[in-house]
DNA sequence: TAGTGGTCTAGACCACACC
DNA sequence: GTGTGGTCTAGACCACTAG
């Protein structure tokens, strides 16, 4: 652990249990970097780590401050929390997954283009269903180059594909973009997800890129609009 | 325009025009920051605003590596770039906005939860269609503390609370807490959207605060769903 | 082992807000 | 003016990767 996370660690206990009056500042870096015994640069940057949360903010000039609404809710970054897939996210709950659709395609123009590979590339195309606790939680549509990720078979896609990819293969995910939206659902959502021919989804458009920077993985989850919410943080500089 | 600022669009502008090799990792930071006659730390800070971007990406002991899907799409942060609301967001576009309720009422629980404030504050409550473009965009619906935002009219609904806020009042926004979601479209969608009965609707919902970090603004925004997206990169540290 | 990015330091000066 | 956060420096050492 560095030094600026567990500083970070004990501010946000310190704001979290109320060791600072709401509304004043807290203590300004000098006096913060003099009581933890470190540089200025290091408690800034702790304090960095916890305004980018959504629990500080800083006056120049002034002083920095707690952000009261903050504290009542805790807000939690599904967004950035993700990377790992959802094996990961939901670590202690049961997760089961059920294989609708595996086959190699060739890609569309369009799936091409996400991947950064020609349409001659063969893809993978994995449509599994997730199910949380016994719940079904998202349907997933996947695309991957068969060359970058090979080897998914039934057990890869009955357990996960990102502990597939980073512990068999020995690859290393480095981010994501996403475009998340709402959708109508249809039948195919009707059916495996159990949720009303009028009821929406949420979709997140996924693109995966490994520590080369390539991308390795365009898919589209859908989910059910009252099992999941996305939430974001955001802190003018 | 501070020297990482300065650095980062250089070096922003070099990888989108392929001055660098996409499969190369770019030169070492204490080269580029020899190059850029700053420090290492400056250099590196330059950096790490196009890793956040999502341009680049960072393997220690190894380099910094350009990642393939960002160059070609041109991404933009809706979720990051949106806290000075929409009149400042859709600058160039023409935007009207039609009031469709407007009053002051006692908050029930959750709204003044949100608000930090007890249920015997007043609040108002607006809703408003805003229009771009001539067509029907977003509908909001706005709760705010009145002795907080004093002096909403009809004029300030017509044009941007959000130029109210900061021009008149002089206060100053600091950051917005969101959750996004799918609804269903209810007959007040319907009717102001011009959406039809099983359109979903993509829902933004919102605390913003302002700089004293006292939260001025609870809102829903609904959005036609076949006119907004959400984007985010997330790169894995 | 050599080279890369990650962290941390001690100090400097600047920009801004309040008195 | 005084005190705050914002930026920048020059250098050090550590952690990781590749050959």
Known sequence: MNKYE????????????NVYPIDQPIPDEVSLAKEFNS????MKRALDNLVAEGLLFRKRGHGTFIIQSAIQDDHVHVVSNEI???????????IQSKVIQF???????????????????????????????????VLEKTYMPTHLIP????????DSIY???????QLKIAGTHRKIRACK??????????????????????VGFLDTGIPF???????RHDKFVVTSVNIRR
């Open 185 to 206: 659902s249809d039948h195919i959502d009707q059916q495996h997800l159990g949720c009303k021919q009028d009821d929406p989804i949420l979709e997140v458009e996924h």
């Open 6 to 17: 567990i500083i970070a660690n004990e501010m946000r206990n310190r704001i979290k249990n």
């Open 163 to 169: 502990n597939h990819i980073t512990n068999v293969l």
């Open 39 to 42: 540089s200025r640069m290091t």
């Open 84 to 94: 790992l897939g959802l094996t990961n996210l939901l670590k202690d709950k049961k």
């Open 151 to 158: 080897g998914i078979n039934d057990d890869v896609l009955h």
């Open 217 to 223: 993985e365009y898919s589209f989850s859908r989910h």
């Open 103 to 137: 086959e190699v395609q060739f890609p569309t123009e369009e799936v091409a283009a996400h991947l950064s590979i020609d349409q001659k590339t063969p893809v993978y195309y994995v449509v599994r269903l997730r199910i949380v606790e016994g719940e079904p939680y």
